[in-house]
């Protein structure tokens, strides 16, 4: 059995949470058709649920690209997934032992990841802790979800060169599973709120203007343009 539409969306979503695609990476139909060995309507319909969940963009003119989020996006994004995240810990019931030996199980995997050369395995680890905690807490829905604005974040902490050290997210993640095995919803809800500002605060962001001169000239910028074609 083939390739599907599908498949090929998550291997796109994935490879931007390993950081190996940039911001405003061109995604040409061809060259993915060949590197997944399938047909461009399989593509282009990839491309195009990538494009409904906000991950890509298309130009008549240009071809498909992923998305290089501006600055009020970027904020957007983070709201966004505080939203999603603390409302799912705040209504968490206790979490089995089946849930919690599957968290302790990837925070190890960060660990080792860390311990490694492999920038694109840590990234992706440390971005897909999220979506593994989602799960845990029960909501599937919500999880596929959060995938989607993780990968968003990614693609902003590429383009505004994020600080936030992969050793600090990850003892961040340590903390909020050793509070929800504790059973103190309201510690690791509180955790989680800190972690999020902290990878945030981390961006290089000027703050927020409320000036309607300053937000249209930030409108009428240019989009940023890639410089070569993602990598294979």
Not at 49 to 66: C, D, E, F, K, Q
């Amino acid at each position: 059995m083939g390739i599907s539409a599908t498949d090929i969306s998550q291997r796109i979503v994935e490879a931007v949470l390993a950081q190996k695609l940039a911001p405003g990476a061109r995604l040409g139909e061809q060259q993915l058709a060949m590197l997944f060995d399938c047909s461009r309507t399989i593509v282009r319909e990839a491309l195009t649920r990538l494009a409904a969940r906000g991950i890509v963009t298309v130009s008549a003119r240009r071809g498909w690209y992923l998305i290089a989020p501006s600055e009020d996006e970027a904020r957007e994004a983070f709201e966004a997934r505080r939203v999603i995240e603390l409302g799912l810990i705040r209504g968490q019931r206790q979490l089995g032992k089946p849930a919690l030996a599957r968290l302790k199980k990837h925070l190890q995997q960060e660990k080792a990841a860390l311990r490694g050369n492999d920038v694109g395995t840590r990234s992706f680890l440390l971005g897909d802790f999220h979506v593994c905690l989602a799960e845990c807490l029960g909501n599937s829905l919500l999880a596929d979800t959060l995938r989607d604005y993780t990968a968003r974040t990614t693609l902003i902490a590429m383009l505004y060169q994020s600080s936030h050290e992969a050793a600090a997210s990850c003892q961040e993640h340590v903390a909020i599973v050793a509070a929800l095995e504790q059973g103190d919803g309201a510690r690791a809800e509180a955790l989680m709120a800190q972690h999020l500002a902290n990878v945030q605060a981390a961006l290089r962001l000027p703050a927020a203007s409320d000036d309607p001169l300053d937000q249209r000239c930030r409108a009428a910028r240019p989009p940023i343009l890639p410089t070569h074609l993602p990598p294979t």
